[in-house]
């Protein structure tokens, strides 16, 4: 089956840039998806399609894919920012796979 | 607004059943596909399976199809998840969430029902 790696963690101070990445084989060819999840809470869709962002996401969350990696920006990092990250693909017959997740520590 | 409103926590026991709800209501319940994914504690997600309530065909991840069974009700837009043999290790938050029309990823989730299994 298709495996999405995470690194576990990424810490970021205020202000700064975060950089989540997501790698799978050839997931350049893939549309990928982020999640956004806060404790306790159900995830929430952050970009979809690799870069695109849904309503009422801010600007600062922007993605890219390519080759064997995609990867989640977000600038300006913000408290609220703090929560765990998940990258997602279809794979093909139908298996929906997650990333391993990505916890953002902001400093 | 598109809702899905799960049913609530459960505990069994090692070997027991669970059944669990998701009422949808806010849109077409016919038209989105919708799916279920479970979250161990400190753990991330696992895409369990799904089913198109217009018709009710499913698919179900490979681990799990010999134990997990996903039908809808259409009368009351809810789509239900069972999942035989429980173990400890089936302990987590099981979330149905729906798949949007254009893409693959979801764009609206449940709240999310924790079933504890423990003797």
């Known amino acids: 089956s298709y495996v999405l790696t995470q690194a576990p963690s990424v810490s970021v101070a205020p202000g700064q840039t975060a950089r989540i990445s997501c790698g799978g084989n050839n997931i350049g060819t893939k549309n990928v998806h982020w999640y956004q999840q806060k404790p306790g809470q159900a995830p929430v869709l952050v970009v979809f399609d690799d870069s695109v962002r849904p309503s009422g996401i801010p600007e600062r969350f922007s993605g890219s894919n390519s080759g064997n990696t995609a990867t989640l920006t977000i600038t300006r990092v913000e408290a609220g920012d703090e929560a765990d990250y998940y990258c997602q693909v279809w794979n093909t017959g139908s298996e929906y796979v997650f990333g391993t997740g990505t916890e953002v520590t902001v400093l | 607004q598109v809702q899905l409103v799960q049913s609530g926590a459960e505990v069994k026991k090692p070997g027991a059943s669970v059944k669990i709800s998701c009422k949808a209501s806010g849109y077409t319940f016919t038209t989105y596909f919708l799916h279920w994914v479970r979250q161990a504690p400190g753990q991330g997600l696992q895409w369990m399976g799904l089913?198109?309530?217009?018709?009710?065909?499913?698919v179900y991840a490979q681990k799990l199809q010999d134990r997990f069974t996903v039908t809808t009700d259409t009368s009351t837009s809810t789509v239900y998840m069972e999942l035989s043999g429980l173990r400890s290790d089936d302990t987590a938050v099981y979330f149905c969430?729906?798949?949007?029309?254009?893409?693959?990823?979801?764009?609206?989730w449940g709240q999310g029902t924790l079933v504890t299994v423990s003797s």
């Open positions: 969430a729906r798949r949007t029309l254009r893409g693959t990823y979801y764009d609206s």
């Open positions: 089913i198109n309530p217009s018709g009710g065909t499913s």
